[in-house]
């Protein structure tokens, strides 16, 4: 039932983590234990559609249900969904109740609300706030990594080191990346590292200087270790914006997110602590781009290096605090759908093989340049997303002439090349390649699920607590409450 293996992965690596979380980690902490190592996992527009859609998704295809099942008999949760504390944060900030991923992460990591788009300053910009990840790598001498499936100099891993008043500061971001003295990086390529007009000392260039190697493959990261002191981790394989690649387009050779957790426990370990920063920022791209599919495999990813810390937590039951959190909904995601009512067939995005961005870059692209028919075009979209333009009517893939009427329109547009503009079409594609955009649209609500935006949404997210000082993370409280109950429970000012 599986469509590939990386799926059987994620349901091995699920049953592990949820056998070894059922031994050591229920209510193995006091309240008043203070942990010596820290995980703290973000899913980027993580919010509870984007992990009960990839739980729901989990039982649908387990159960092996086809497309003509209307019933699941249940869902498979993710590890992180059975920690022992489940708390909730509200996510608005100073500019609005759908905030961006800079302004959440500054409350997250230094408990100040600020507008969206600032990293670590208050609203007059004028003020800078340290991050939790300092005060511990200062004042307690910890070590400190910093992880994420999107660029290292992206808003959330930077709210971790940086203080700008833009979050589009790439090379300054990348300036205090090295000064921030942290030791271990890893992730999707640093955006800008020349500078915004490429004419500035590279970042990569001036990382020995400052004590850091940077490390560019697969191989040479395998060789890693403590002993090699600072380290920054470009992934190998970089694919869209230079981030990591979605998992639904990963090769199953390359290293996923979890590898790189691995490795920076690797590299972290020691006897005072660590705090280890793990972003999974590619479940908010395909959200805002409404590709269901993609997030559903991103969250999995995330749910894989998670499971990552659950193995390093059960050998260091009584000092490991692990947290997984969001920072905002993205795209307002929803199970269910006007056009299939009660009914969902989660099952079917098992069907799409490729992300919409990888469709974009490896089909669309070439449409255009040899003028494909809609024809062979429907060939390309029934292999890689499943949807059928002819077949049995039971079969929920098979596309309805009203569903045929929108692909059509969607690959007349795309195939025109003209801008798509005004409110219709702007509600109908986003900002997106028309036909990539309607095509996932089309499999999602097959699906039976939904997105109500193509921006960040307003729900509140879910704070997952498990191991030393897990109970202070009970409840329903603001997301700078987040860092107030970190800094309180670790002890730094
Ligand atoms: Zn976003």
Same mark, same amino acid.
């Given at each position: 039932?599986?469509?590939?293996?990386?799926?059987?992965?994620?349901?091995?690596?699920?049953? /592990?983590?949820?056998?070894?979380?059922?031994? !050591?980690?229920?209510?193995?902490?006091?309240?008043?234990?203070? !942990? #010596?190592?820290?995980?703290?996992?973000?899913?980027?527009?993580?919010?509870? +559609?984007?992990?009960?859609?990839?739980?729901?998704?989990?039982?649908?295809?387990?159960?092996?249900?086809?497309?003509?099942?209307?019933?699941?008999?249940?869902?498979?949760?993710?590890?992180?969904?059975?920690? !022992?504390?489940?708390? %909730?944060?509200?996510?608005?900030?100073?500019?609005?109740?759908?905030?961006?991923?800079? %302004? *959440?992460?500054?409350?997250?990591?230094?408990?100040?609300?600020?507008?969206?788009?600032?990293?670590?300053?208050?609203?007059? =910009?004028?003020?800078?706030? $340290?991050?939790?990840?300092?005060?511990? @790598?200062?004042?307690?001498?910890?070590?400190?990594?910093?992880?994420? %499936?999107?660029?290292?100099?992206?808003?959330? +891993?930077?709210?971790?080191?940086?203080?700008?008043?833009?979050?589009?500061?790439?090379?300054?971001?990348?300036?205090?990346?090295?000064?921030?003295?942290?030791?271990?990086?890893?992730?999707?390529?640093?955006?800008?590292?020349?500078? +915004?007009?490429?004419?500035?000392?590279?970042?990569?260039?001036? &990382? !020995?200087? #400052?004590?850091?190697?940077?490390?560019?493959?697969?191989?040479?990261?395998?060789?890693?270790?403590?002993?090699?002191?600072?380290?920054?981790?470009?992934?190998?394989?970089?694919?869209?914006?230079?981030?990591?690649?979605?998992?639904?387009?990963?090769?199953?050779?390359?290293?996923?997110?979890?590898?790189?957790?691995?490795?920076?426990?690797?590299?972290?370990?020691?006897?005072?602590?660590?705090?280890?920063?793990?972003?999974?920022?590619?479940?908010?791209?395909?959200?805002?781009?409404?590709?269901?599919? %993609?997030?559903?495999?991103?969250?999995?990813?995330?749910?894989?290096?998670?499971?990552?810390?659950?193995?390093?937590?059960?050998? @260091?039951?009584?000092?490991?605090?692990?947290?997984?959190?969001?920072?905002?909904?993205?795209?307002?995601?929803?199970?269910?759908? &006007?056009? *299939?009512?009660?009914? *969902?067939?989660?099952?079917?995005?098992?069907?799409?093989?490729?992300?919409?961005?990888?469709?974009?870059?490896?089909?669309?692209?070439?449409?255009?340049?040899?003028?494909?028919?809609?024809?062979?075009?429907?060939?390309?979209?029934?292999?890689?997303?499943?949807?059928?333009? $002819?077949?049995?009517?039971?079969?929920? =893939?098979?596309?309805?002439?009203?569903?045929?009427?929108?692909?059509?329109?969607?690959?007349?547009?795309? /195939?025109?090349?003209?801008?798509?503009?005004?409110? $219709?079409?702007?509600?109908?594609?986003?900002?997106?390649?028309?036909?990539?955009?309607?095509?996932? @649209?089309? =499999?999602?609500?097959?699906?039976?699920?939904?997105?109500?935006?193509?921006?960040?949404?307003?729900?509140?997210?879910?704070?997952?607590?498990?191991?030393?000082?897990?109970?202070?993370?009970?409840?329903?409280?603001?997301?700078?409450?987040?860092?107030?109950? /970190?800094?309180? =429970?670790?002890?730094?000012?």
């Amino acid at each position: 039932m599986f469509h590939s293996k990386k799926g059987k992965s994620h349901i091995l690596a699920l049953t /592990m983590g949820a056998l070894m979380l059922a031994a !050591p980690m229920t209510g193995m902490a006091r309240a008043d234990e203070t !942990p #010596r190592y820290v995980f703290l996992f973000i899913g980027d527009g993580m919010s509870y +559609p984007q992990f009960q859609a990839a739980s729901d998704y989990l039982g649908a295809v387990r159960d092996g249900r086809g497309t003509d099942d209307k019933i699941l008999d249940g869902n498979e949760y993710l590890s992180f969904m059975k920690f !022992p504390v489940a708390g %909730s944060a509200v996510t608005y900030d100073s500019t609005s109740f759908c905030p961006d991923s800079a %302004s *959440t992460a500054t409350s997250i990591s230094t408990g100040h609300k600020t507008y969206s788009g600032v990293i670590n300053m208050d609203e007059g =910009l004028t003020r800078k706030y $340290e991050s939790i990840a300092e005060k511990l @790598h200062r004042q307690k001498g910890w070590k400190v990594g910093i992880i994420t %499936s999107v660029n290292l100099n992206h808003a959330t +891993p930077a709210a971790f080191y940086a203080h700008q008043p833009s979050r589009n500061n790439y090379y300054e971001i990348g300036e205090e990346m090295l000064n921030s003295g942290f030791e271990y990086f890893a992730g999707g390529a640093l955006l800008k590292p020349a500078g +915004p007009d490429g004419d500035r000392a590279s970042i990569y260039d001036l &990382a !020995p200087g #400052r004590g850091y190697r940077i490390i560019r493959t697969q191989a040479d990261a395998e060789k890693v270790s403590a002993a090699d002191g600072k380290v920054i981790l470009v992934d190998e394989h970089l694919a869209d914006s230079d981030a990591m690649a979605y998992e639904n387009d990963r090769d199953g050779d390359n290293w996923a997110l979890a590898d790189y957790v691995r490795k920076g426990i690797e590299v972290l370990d020691n006897d005072r602590g660590f705090f280890m920063m793990v972003e999974g920022g590619k479940i908010d791209w395909a959200c805002h781009a409404n590709d269901a599919g %993609s997030t559903i495999h991103d969250t999995l990813a995330l749910a894989d290096a998670v499971d990552v810390a659950i193995e390093f937590a059960s050998k @260091h039951p009584d000092e490991t605090l692990i947290l997984v959190t969001g920072d905002h909904e993205t795209g307002g995601l929803t199970i269910g759908f &006007a056009g *299939t009512d009660y009914d *969902t067939y989660m099952a079917n995005l098992a069907n799409q093989k490729i992300s919409y961005a990888r469709y974009d870059s490896d089909y669309v692209a070439g449409y255009r340049k040899n003028n494909t028919s809609f024809d062979d075009v429907l060939k390309d979209v029934e292999k890689l997303f499943g949807l059928k333009a $002819e077949g049995d009517k039971e079969d929920t =893939l098979v596309l309805t002439d009203w569903e045929m009427k929108k692909l059509r329109a969607a690959y007349d547009k795309t /195939m025109s090349g003209a801008k798509v503009s005004g409110q $219709e079409e702007y509600l109908l594609y986003g900002t997106y390649e028309p036909l990539s955009v309607t095509i996932t @649209h089309l =499999l999602n609500n097959k699906s039976g699920i939904n997105f109500a935006s193509y921006a960040h949404t307003g729900l509140p997210v879910a704070v997952f607590a498990s191991g030393a000082g897990q109970e202070k993370f009970e409840g329903f409280y603001d997301n700078t409450a987040i860092y107030a109950k /970190m800094a309180d =429970l670790l002890g730094v000012k």
